[in-house]
Structure formats: C-alpha cells, structure tokens
C-alpha cells in the first residue's frame, strides 16, 4: 500500500513564500497527472493546479502567476512553490494522484497566511 505525504506547509506574513512536497511511492506518480488541492477553513476544496506526466501544467485562475507545480526528474515527487502569499491562501493543502482504481491522498500539510 503506497502513502503520499506532504511537507513544507507552516504559517507566514501575507508576500511571503513557502514550498510544498509531496512524495509517495513511485510507481503511484508514474505516468499520472499530479496534482495539489486546498481546503480553506469553512470553504469547499479546489484544485490549485495539475501537472501531466508529460510536464503540462494548469492552474487555478486565483492562483496563477504566483504559485508554481513542478515534480522531479524522477517524477518520483512533487512540488508547489508558492509565492505573493495572501491571507486568502490560508487552507489545508494536500496532494492528490488519481489512479484506475483510486485517489491517492496525503495527510494535508496546513498553510496560514497572516495580514
């Protein structure tokens, strides 16, 4: 049984920047498309953004030009870069890989934005 587990999260003033990672099993990320997720408190989970097994990339339209997805060259882990922070990002952000037969979910790591 494969586990993903996220890192990175923590709490920083609004312009700031943190890097989430997620990692896992390889053979879950292999192939895939990878994505990262947020819940912000009392709101509905989104998608924040997507990476294909070819490179391609998508985000969400409230955090594009400020947030970055990347995985390794191994594409064994995955990456948000997250920068221009505002108070709005504040959430609990988890990792998410959609297989034939399920989604693969870390524990979430939480992320606090302060004015």
């Known amino acids: 049984q494969a586990q993903l587990v996220e890192s990175g999260g923590g709490s920083v003033q609004a312009g700031g920047s943190l890097r989430l990672s997620c990692t896992g099993s390889?053979?879950?990320?292999?192939?895939?498309?990878l994505t990262w997720y947020r819940q912000p408190p009392g709101m509905q989970r989104e998608l924040v953004a997507s990476?294909?097994?070819?490179?391609?990339?998508n985000y969400g339209d409230s955090v594009k030009g400020r947030f970055t997805i990347s995985k390794n060259k191994s594409q064994t882990e995955i990456y948000l870069q997250m920068n221009s922070l505002k108070p709005e990002d504040t959430g609990v952000y988890y990792c998410?890989?959609?297989?034939?037969?399920?989604?693969?979910w870390g524990q979430g790591t939480q992320v606090t934005v302060s004015s």
């Open positions: 998410m890989i959609p297989t034939a037969g399920r989604q693969y």
């Open positions: 390889s053979y879950i990320f292999n192939n895939k498309i």
């Open positions: 990476i294909t097994a070819g490179g391609t990339t």
